[in-house]
């Protein structure tokens, strides 16, 4: 009898981002705010003793799992930066306030609410695409380590684009899910088969848990939206 690997992934998006003044961030490199010791410790506590780290471009994501890190005691192995995992990119709307978007007469924003998924900011990438680059970073990171516990510290737009991966959804139902900072969401990937085509897996995958909140938040404080 063969025994299915299975590899399993902890998406934890990154701490809050208090310094972007009400403006749509999405790609852009803000620092995040570490400060809140216990909720580190509690996403500490909640991951498995020796898992492959891996974290995006942009600092913020950095910034959150060495705080982690920190509170378990020991630096993280790492496997590396991924930057398909990184946040959608909203091109020329990044700096800008909503208010300012929907101020203009070109009719792109009210479109893009319309229909996010597929919608392109100019300059920048729909979901539809973050959705797709996602799926090649999983592909990859879990041909590269199967069977083992994989924790990303990731963005709440890459972690809704991993759970239409998984769930094999449209992309914009997936943008209903809520991913609040700090949360953690597992999925894992079941069969050794591996992938076909660098992105669709031949095994199947399974949710475990969506926004997750340590210390056992049941109303945690909703994070701004201005990175989408």
């Not at 979901?127 to 963005?155: K, N, S």
């Not at 890459?158 to 809520?178: G, K, N, T, Y």
């Not at 992938?195 to 909703?222: D, I, Q």
Request: charged share 20%; net charge negative.
């Amino acid at each position: 009898m063969t025994t299915a690997t299975v590899t399993r992934w902890w998406l934890i998006r990154h701490a809050p981002v208090t310094t972007h003044g009400g403006r749509i961030y999405g790609n852009d490199d803000y620092p995040a705010d570490c400060s809140d010791a216990l909720t580190m410790a509690g996403l500490a506590a909640l991951l498995p003793p020796e898992p492959v780290w891996v974290t995006t471009q942009l600092q913020r994501t950095a910034q959150t799992a060495a705080a982690i890190a920190a509170a378990r005691g020991a630096p993280p192995p790492m496997a590396g930066i991924e930057a398909d995992l990184a946040e959608q990119h909203f091109g020329d709307w990044q700096g800008l306030t909503h208010e300012q978007l929907a101020s203009r007469r070109d009719g792109a924003w009210h479109r893009f609410w319309l229909a996010p998924a597929h919608e392109v900011p100019p300059g920048g990438e729909s979901f539809e695409q973050v959705v797709e680059r996602v799926g090649r970073a999983m592909a990859r990171l879990t041909t590269a380590w199967p069977g083992r516990d994989i924790v990303a510290v990731a963005h709440g737009g890459s972690i809704r684009a991993a759970l239409a991966v998984a769930l094999e959804i449209e992309p914009e139902r997936a943008l209903a899910f809520a991913v609040d900072n700090c949360s953690l969401t597992r999925i894992d990937h079941i069969d050794g088969a591996g992938f076909s085509g660098g992105v669709a897996p031949k095994g199947s995958w399974r949710v475990g848990a969506v926004n997750l909140h340590p210390r056992g938040l049941t109303s945690p404080p909703r994070a701004p939206a201005a990175d989408r």
